[in-house]
């Protein structure tokens, strides 16, 4: 990848942050904490101020926190950091050689360094049916408002993908009382994120709770007229729905850079260890950012979380602001899940793990799942199990090699096997 070197941005320069999610507002809060006195612009195509999403599928869906609780920070925080929010603001073209950006209504944005923070939209079924009403995704404030209007009437409810905003929305929907059904077209629950035991452990979770489970099927076409009735399935099972709620990934939303140049990669765009993409001055930062990571063996991946975006929006404010000298991105990936009264804790990346302990016995419903790597700790999964996560993430940052037998003692806290 041919990455432009950068120096330091100019005193008086002004940096285009696009995204007004996790990463962007980011982004720009750590450009003024280090120190940068330029203009800093903050473009989000949605209408809202940045907001936390994680709590969409949990408690906002629940309608246990109010939208103003959602917010990163407060309105009057923006102004007195003379960070200028623009709202429903889409950027659809980027000019590297002029330096300028070009909103959806048309209107030119000049910037001398850009931050590419958009994120992505949720990935739709493309299958017959799809568009009927009472078809929902997961992925804005509006998105959920939507739904929650159209949940008042609805007695059944097709939950469409088995991964953490599927199950996370089923749960909460069970315990308002609809009778919900998770269709997934792995083998299993959680099968990108999770081991085979912690896939069991949720599977009997819900199903406890009342929520029919579908795994290994995939869906042949949603059926209505005009609004969804029901979800056929591909070996023929008709799921009767009065609301589908679809889960099923993220696209990232990296068109403007790609038509400009900038390397595509896993459904994003390339980066390196500050951010920087291939175009001189504009850095991509968060969901739409493939990067090499450490975590993963040093392969090329990509991150959907809260810690990745922040992390990464630390990475390239520092590289705008102190140039090379400053540190690239290097974090352990963490990542959460609360579904009924279970919370999910993981650190690492368990992709590509030869083996696993368990830690504890699942049937208390706290216990953790070790992830192991040719000998080495690289992930652990902790559910209700607070004390195994933070002494955990220190196993795999130093990727510590232990005995399967000494791990799976739960008696013996993480941190006394260093």
């Known amino acids: 990848m041919n990455i432009h070197p950068n120096e330091p941005a100019r005193a008086d320069a002004h940096v285009l942050v696009v995204g007004a999610g996790q990463a962007g507002a980011q982004a720009a809060i750590s450009l003024r904490q280090a120190g940068f006195a330029g203009r800093i612009t903050l473009a989000g195509a949605e209408p809202d101020l940045p907001y936390e999403r994680p709590p969409l599928s949990k408690d906002y869906l629940a309608g246990e926190r109010t939208a103003d609780r959602l917010l990163l920070r407060p309105p009057a925080f923006w102004a007195a950091r003379a960070i200028d929010i623009r709202l429903s603001c889409r950027i659809v073209a980027v000019d590297p050689g002029a330096g300028r950006a070009t909103t959806q209504s048309g209107e030119t944005i000049a910037y001398d360094r850009l931050i590419w923070a958009a994120g992505g939209g949720a990935r739709r079924l493309d299958c017959p049916g799809a568009g009927l009403a009472g078809v929902h995704v997961i992925r804005t404030r509006e998105d ?9 009437g ?7 993908g088995g991964g953490y905003i599927g199950l996370e929305a089923a749960a909460v929907l069970a315990r308002l009382g609809r009778a919900v059904t998770v269709i997934e077209a792995m083998p299993r629950l959680l099968a990108r994120v999770a081991g085979e035991e912690v896939s069991a452990f949720y599977r009997a979770e819900h199903l406890r709770h009342g929520v029919a489970v579908r795994t290994g099927t995939t869906v042949e076409c949603l059926e209505g007229k005009g609004r969804i009735e029901a979800v056929r399935l591909a070996g023929g099972e008709r799921v009767a729905a009065d609301v589908v709620i679809v889960g099923i990934g993220l696209v990232p939303e990296v068109a403007p850079l790609v038509a400009a140049g900038a390397e595509p990669e896993l459904g994003g765009v390339r980066v390196d260890s500050h951010g920087r993409t291939a175009l001189p001055g504009i850095y991509a930062i968060g969901d739409c950012a493939a990067h090499a990571n450490r975590f993963a063996g040093g392969c090329v991946i990509r991150l959907e979380s809260v810690q ?11 590289h705008v602001c102190a140039g090379d000298a400053a540190p690239g991105y290097d974090s352990c990936p963490w990542f959460w899940s609360n579904q009924y009264d279970l919370r999910l804790q993981t650190v690492g990346l368990s992709g590509g793990a030869d083996a696993r302990v368990v830690r504890g016995d699942p049937a208390s419903r706290a216990w953790s799942l070790v992830y192991l790597r040719a000998g080495a700790v690289v992930a652990v999964d902790c559910i209700n199990a607070p004390r195994d996560y933070v002494q955990g ?13 000494r791990l799976a003692d739960p008696a013996t806290p993480l941190k006394e096997l260093l």
Do not use: H, T, W
Not at 308 to 317: G, I
């Open 144 to 152: 959920v408002d939507r739904l929650r209007a159209d949940l008042a």
């Open 154 to 160: 609805a007695r059944q409810v097709a939950v469409v």
């Open 308 to 318: 990745n975006a922040v992390d990464m929006a630390k990475a390239a404010a520092a």
């Open 393 to 405: 993430r220190v196993l795999v940052e130093r990727g510590a090699v232990i005995a399967p037998d």
